[in-house]
């Protein structure tokens, strides 16, 4: 974004978030240099794969602001899978959000998928443990890809592995992404694993670190392109990074509700209509 001083001198002042620019650049390189072919979907798609990403959750919070992301839409999906703990899709109409309808099983749940898989095994449980006891433990990991309960799933888990690390005091989280549809997928897993970070490291008296986000295949669909282009076009009226506000009384992760995440000065360029692959 270009201003004029009183002097008539042009300068450039940097308004754009660091994950508007990480993510734009990861979209004009799948949309030039992607490989193209088709998928189980039906719908082809542009793909590359092993591509990365990383945050200093310290230095800014990441959610895009060149279009507009359902910031509580994605808390209230964080919190029924690893709070709530939840497979019933019921549960998430309660909060008006239908994000996973589509794969509603005849039961109303979506099987062995995601919050099932963490309630099973007590990852939340164990890992907020091992924050507390033993920072320093190398083994500290969520796991959703659990082989034999990934058939009886509705969706083998999409984001299925994230590792934990504490240095200096700082939460880190490296996480694993096996199949990632930029345009909608990508945008709700940055900003839920961001939140995720700093409630954990609020409930475990530590302070936010690095969020390392490693996909295998970064993908956009050929129905996606003309939004795609539509937000490339936005880059140089992106805006800062907002704050995000975390109620500081909550010390007990099970106590979070989504009135107690929040984000401060959120400025966004507007939704872009987008469909979902199924």
């Not at 670190?209 to 009226?237: F, P, W």
């Not at 959120?266 to 979902?276: A, R």
């Given at each position: ?64 602001t ?28 309660e909060?008006n ?11 109303g749940?979506?099987?062995t ?13 164990k890992?907020?443990?091992q924050l ?52 909608l ?6 900003t ?57 009384e ?5 106590d ?11 400025k ?11």
């Amino acid at each position: 974004m270009q201003q004029e001083c009183p002097m008539g001198t042009v300068y450039k002042e940097v308004f754009m978030s660091k994950y508007d620019e990480q993510y734009l650049d990861l979209v004009e390189k799948i949309l030039t240099k992607g490989y193209y072919d088709q998928n189980r979907t039906g719908i082809a798609t542009y793909k590359l794969p092993h591509q990365i990403l990383q945050f200093d959750l310290e230095d800014e919070f990441p959610i895009l602001t060149t279009k507009f992301v359902a910031f509580k839409a994605a808390v209230k999906e964080l919190l029924w899978i690893f709070q709530k703990q939840s497979n019933k899709i019921s549960d998430l109409h309660e909060q008006n959000v239908h994000i996973w309808d589509e794969w509603e099983m005849e039961d109303g749940t979506i099987g062995t998928s995601y919050g099932w898989i963490v309630k099973e095994f007590k990852q939340v449980d164990k890992l907020i443990n091992q924050l507390k006891t033993n920072p320093q433990d190398r083994r500290m990991v969520i796991n959703l890809w659990q082989i034999p309960y990934l058939d009886t799933g509705a969706l083998y888990p999409c984001v299925f592995n994230s590792c934990w690390d504490v240095t200096d005091g700082r939460l880190n989280c490296m996480l694993t992404i096996r199949s990632n549809d930029i345009p909608l997928g990508h945008p709700f897993n940055v900003t839920q694993y961001a939140v995720f970070v700093h409630l954990l490291a609020q409930v475990t008296n530590l302070k936010p670190g690095m969020l390392t986000v490693c996909i295998s295949n970064a993908h956009i669909y050929e129905n996606q392109i003309e939004g795609m282009k539509e937000q490339l076009s936005r880059r140089d009226k992106a805006y800062p990074a907002p704050k995000l506000w975390i109620n500081p009384e909550i010390k007990d992760f099970y106590d979070f509700k989504p009135e107690d995440i929040e984000l401060i000065d959120y400025k966004h360029l507007g939704k872009i209509k987008m469909d979902v692959a199924v």
